[in-house]
């Protein structure tokens, strides 16, 4: 059994076309999750880290959303380029994205 070290989970919700909040997979989170999961195993940490289709997670307006646990820190991701900074500096090193914090979720923020 893998002890994961990270759970990064990426919202794929997708909403009808009329839905006035949108959706993350009308803006590409679908492409973005395989993207997480090719860079886990670029990075060789399959089985460390695991990043799983999540639904809806309540930040619609400004997705592709997701949070990374354990340490329950909120990104927007928009490129490929975005994952790789995010894997390669929050994942590896321990770091912060701050540009791409989460509206909301960045310091001295309320969520
Ligand atoms: S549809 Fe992705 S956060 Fe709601």
């Known amino acids: 059994m893998s002890t994961f070290t990270h759970h990064i989970f990426v ?4 909403r009808p076309q009329e839905d006035p909040r949108g959706c993350c997979a ?3 989170s679908e492409r973005l999750h395989a993207f ?3 860079e886990v195993d670029r990075l060789g940490l399959k089985g ?3 990043a799983n289709k999540a639904g809806c997670l309540d930040h619609c307006e400004y997705g592709p959303s997701i949070v990374i646990y354990p ?3 909120w990104y927007w991701v928009g490129s490929e380029a975005d994952v790789t900074e995010i894997m390669e500096r929050h994942i590896v090193k321990g770091e912060r ?3 791409l914090l989460m509206p ?5 923020e309320k969520a």
């Open 48 to 50: 460390t880290v695991r």
């Open 26 to 28: 009308d803006r590409g």
């Open 71 to 73: 340490e329950g820190v």
């Open 36 to 38: 997480f999961k090719k």
């Open 104 to 108: 909301g979720h960045k310091p001295g």
């Open 97 to 99: 994205v701050e540009r």
């Open 11 to 14: 919202c794929i919700n997708q």
